[in-house]
């Protein structure tokens, strides 16, 4: 049975329907109703009207078309943005519920792109299905209830860290640090919820507080020695010559080795910090490695260490001849330093011509250096645990060549050594012409 | 320098791996009448604790092999060593917090750089007041 309503939305939807086809057809049909015989005396004012009523209904067609292109340009675009924004972003409805989520979020959660995960408002996921920490998930959720609760344009940061088992940091922090910013994003209550992936930056804070740790160690040591052989010379403790001579000369040699730890730290600072002013130049690096083997010859005779040079005359490098003197010499000083009394140190200057570059070497015959050692030797401060009672050095010593070599001269840097057969520490400057590569 | 007779039979080891800080507190304290005996790195140090006759330990904490705290907590552990008291040399702003006091039992921190007569003070009253906790100590123990 048809009831009254729905015979009048029959009638309403016949009396629009005609409309519709009025509008479009309209032209067609009056023409074929009027007859040529009237045509002249009605038709005029109604063929006007008619015009105008098409051209006006073919400017609004085109204005809807242009509209709705704009429109869908502009979804297409955020869709996009939203698609390949490399933070992950949430969006959470009132109950603090995941209704969507771009692929960066959804690889947070460990979602794979491939699998077409559905996450809407039919299918929502929960914040801690989507970030696996529950802490984390129950600040956030109370700050996306603080921003609703405040209704538009109410914004949260938060901080937190993820567990990661990303395998790349083993036995190093493995966590993900996080910087959330909550917002509201519309009157239903929704949120939306960015995620920052901060972990470098922390990272990166925390290799500086570290750093300023081992300098401040590294610093004291010496001042002890220092104050405390002047307070015990002040206080007369040291009553002959000898003692005062040995602990004068404590003091003399620890203010050296304060200033040279001073000059490292601020020579690696000032490369780092890109303010250091290289004097560039041809530099011949075979008359460099000369020159610093026999600066240390008689500190190779005193160790009774036999301290050997090969050299290629004429190759040529452009580079800082100051600085590229300061890694050979210590590249050198530690094999004179670490090699056992009778041992050998080898210093080597050769062409590469693979990739057109110097080669330096300084290959030792000491104790080596253990497998799990060598990454890290170049690092600021590192010590190899078996040699740490040797060390007298500042400690930067390695990573200060580094600097030099790779972000002054973009060369390399390196070492190959097996435990028990010595060490090969190597680097390569960029040749600079074509006569200093071999024939 | 005048020996304090007193204090001849103490013996205070002294752990560092820096050679002139052994050096120089060694020499302060032979001066002031104790004896010394000395440790290159951490395990060396307790390898020497263990080997009896110690007053006290004055350690570094950054050392080689084992670290000052680590010491000071095998020491604290040890029935035959716990007695021993411990002075930690280390750099300034560094802080134990309570589970490593009970844990270490160290009795004082001090430091770098340090003062020799400071630390001798310091050593005299340490080895003072232990003498006489130890010897309350020993009425607990009986």
């Not at chain 1, 109950?95 to 979602?111: C, E, Q, S, T, Y």
């Not at chain 1, 004068?248 to 040279?260: C, F, G, P, Q, V």
Request: aromatic fraction near 4%; charge should be negative.
């Amino acid at each position: 049975m048809l009831d009254v309503t729905t015979i009048s939305g029959v009638a309403l939807a016949f009396v629009a329907g005609l409309a519709a086809a009025w509008m479009l057809f309209g032209i067609r049909i009056r023409r074929a109703c009027i007859s040529p015989g009237d045509a002249r005396g009605a038709t005029t004012p109604i063929r006007a009207l008619d015009e105008r009523l098409r051209r006006e209904l073919e400017a609004l067609s085109r204005e809807h078309v242009l509209a709705r292109r704009i429109v869908e340009e502009r979804i297409g675009r955020f869709e996009r943005m939203f698609a390949s924004f490399p933070d992950p972003i949430l969006v959470l409805d009132r109950h603090g519920d995941v209704v969507d989520a771009n692929p960066a979020a959804k690889a947070l959660a460990k979602i794979d792109a491939d699998d077409d995960v559905r996450i809407d408002a039919v299918s929502p996921r929960s914040l801690e299905d989507m970030i696996g920490n529950r802490t984390a998930v129950r600040d956030v959720l109370e700050h996306v209830r603080a921003v609703v609760a405040a209704g538009s344009e109410a914004v949260r940061n938060a901080e937190f860290e993820l567990d990661s088992d990303d395998p790349a940091g083993v036995g190093e922090e493995t966590s993900r640090a996080f910087e959330a910013v909550i917002r509201t994003l519309d009157e239903h209550g929704r949120a939306l919820l960015v995620l920052h992936d901060t972990t470098r930056e922390r990272d990166s804070s925390r290799l500086k507080s570290e750093f300023v740790a081992k300098a401040s160690h590294e610093l004291r040591t010496p001042l002890s020695s220092i104050h405390a052989s002047l307070e015990m010379l002040a206080d007369g403790d040291l009553q002959d010559h000898a003692q005062r001579a040995e602990f004068l000369d404590i003091a003399i040699e620890e203010t050296d080795r304060l200033a040279k730890l001073v000059n490292d730290m601020l020579d690696i600072s000032g490369i780092e910090a890109g303010v250091a002013r290289p004097r560039m130049t041809q530099v011949d690096l075979a008359e460099i490695a000369t020159d610093v083997v026999d600066g240390l010859r008689a500190a190779a005779d005193r160790r009774s260490v036999d301290l050997r040079l090969h050299v290629q005359p004429g190759l040529v490098v452009e580079g800082d001849p100051e600085m590229l003197s300061a890694v050979i010499g210590n590249l050198v000083g530690n094999g004179l330093k670490y090699v056992p009394e009778g041992e050998r140190v080898t210093v080597a200057v050769d062409a590469e011509d693979l990739t057109r570059s110097v080669v330096v070497t300084v290959t030792d015959t000491g104790l080596g250096i253990p497998p799990g050692d060598l990454d890290r030797v170049f690092d600021k401060f590192y010590r190899i645990k078996r040699y740490e009672r040797n060390a007298r050095g500042t400690g930067l010593g390695l990573n200060l060549c580094r600097n030099i070599v790779e972000q002054v001269h973009h060369g390399r840097i390196g070492v190959d050594s097996r435990l028990g057969e010595g060490a090969r520490f190597w680097f390569s400057v960029p040749a600079s012409h074509p006569a200093s590569m071999a024939a | 320098m005048n020996a304090d007779s007193e204090n001849r039979q103490r013996r205070i080891l002294v752990a560092d791996d820096e050679e002139y800080i052994v050096r120089v507190v060694s020499f302060k304290l032979e001066s002031a009448g104790y004896e010394v005996v000395e440790a290159i790195d951490g395990a060396d140090a307790w390898s020497k604790v263990r080997a009896g006759d110690i007053d006290l330990v004055l350690t570094d904490h950054q050392m080689p092999l084992m670290t000052g705290l680590e010491l000071a907590g095998r020491i604290a552990a040890d029935p035959a060593t716990r007695h021993i008291p411990v002075i930690m040399l280390t750099a300034r702003g560094f802080r134990l917090d309570a589970e490593e006091i009970v844990a270490s039992r160290i009795v004082e921190l001090i430091a770098k750089p340090f003062s020799p007569r400071g630390l001798l003070d310091r050593i005299r009253e340490t080895l003072d007041s232990t003498e006489r906790g130890g010897e309350r100590g020993g009425e607990r123990a009986a």
